[in-house]
Nanobody, 123 residues
Framework: QVQLVESGGGLVQAGDSLRLSCAAS????????MGWFRQAPGKERVFVAA????????WIADSVKGRFTISRDNAMNTVYLEISSLKPEDTAIYYC????????????????WGQGTQVTVSS
């Protein structure tokens, strides 16, 4: 069983930056593609970004391209999501997941999920 723990969310103001973290419990994460999804109030969970753990290949949703950056630290078994120029519409619960591989924007590809971290952006 693999456990994922997100952290770094909180209440921020529009225009601020934030870095979310997702710590994985097992070293075998080198075999997984890691992704971030978000779910806004009353809406479905949608893809935000993903990174191939071993190769560093990244995918970013068009809606957040230019503001969101995904990275990883293999030594720390952690994946990061950096968000800049936060907007009120970025308010959501952000979830980290582990997938076997592409397509990275499909939730059913993900085998494990974290509990989520709340990001609230005030205007």
């Amino acid at each position: 069983q693999v456990q994922l723990v997100e952290s770094g969310g909180g209440l921020v103001q529009a225009g601020d930056s934030l870095r979310l973290s997702c710590a994985a419990s097992r070293r075998t994460f080198t075999t997984y593609t890691m992704g971030w999804f978000r779910q806004a109030p009353g809406k479905e969970r949608v893809f935000v970004a993903a990174i191939r753990w071993s190769g560093g290949t990244t995918w970013i949703a068009d809606s957040v391209k230019g503001r969101f950056t995904i990275s990883r630290d293999n030594a720390m078994n952690t994946v990061y999501l950096e968000i800049s120029s936060l907007k009120p519409e970025d308010t959501a619960i952000y979830y980290c997941g582990a997938a076997r591989g592409p397509p990275v924007d499909v939730q059913s590809q993900y085998l494990y999920w974290g509990q989520g971290t709340q990001v609230t952006v005030s205007s």
